[in-house]
């Protein structure tokens, strides 16, 4: 099993989670997204649309970090990362989509190259774009995750496919220096995770491309 990523990417990051979770040995291939590597011939035979992370299995490759922990979860079921009723398998599936589709795509670096480079935006001003989007985006999180029982983690007592999307963009937050504050149910979530050995296996300054 191979997968390639970048140390940065969220969506890389959620992918490594569900893997270390599961306990899966992979090959780790670094693909410099920030220095254009995703744009070079050799990735381009990898991944149709050019983007990180790419999951090569038993002979075939899925992109998608959403697909591919999907995917993981249903060859691999223990620990699940979906609950088994389907009403609480959508609401996980609506956590993690309202990070991964409604805060990430975005806010993730081919978006803000975009803004500075072709738009001439200042780092300043993109800066507070990124702020703005990550830190409305998480208050509305946070109100989804007020409307459930009380938890551990994002749903249940067990991390889910929502952790595996909150914890990077939680990292992400803290890069940009977003506030934080006054988000206790998700932050008390990226807490609980960060406690667990694959979450910090699964981080950006254990990667062996960290350039920190």
Request: charged content about 20%.
């Amino acid at each position: 099993m191979k997968l390639y990523n970048y140390f940065r990417s969220s969506s890389s990051f959620r992918v490594r989670i569900a893997l270390h979770l599961k306990g899966l040995s992979y090959e780790y291939v670094p693909v410099h997204i920030a220095k254009g590597e995703q744009h070079q011939a050799a990735y381009a035979e990898v991944s149709a649309d050019g983007l990180v992370p790419t999951l090569e299995i038993q002979g075939r490759r899925l992109s998608q970090s959403l697909a591919i922990i999907e995917y993981l979860d249903a060859l691999y079921p223990t620990p699940p990362l979906l609950p088994e009723d389907p009403f609480e398998r959508a609401q996980v599936r609506a956590l993690s989509q309202s990070i991964a589709c409604e805060i990430h795509p975005i806010n993730n670096l081919r978006v803000l190259k975009y803004l500075t480079q072709e738009l001439r935006v200042t780092d300043e001003a993109k800066n507070t774009w990124y702020r703005h989007w990550v830190r409305s985006g998480l208050e509305a999180f946070e109100r989804q995750l007020a409307g459930l029982p009380e938890s551990t983690y994002c749903f249940g007592d067990t991390p889910t496919l929502a952790d595996c999307c909150l914890v990077p963009q939680i990292f992400n937050g803290q890069r940009f220096k977003v506030n934080l504050d006054g988000l206790p149910r998700t932050m008390a979530a990226f807490e609980a995770c960060m406690q667990l050995p694959a979450f910090q296996k699964a981080q950006p300054s254990a990667c062996p491309d960290n350039e920190a």
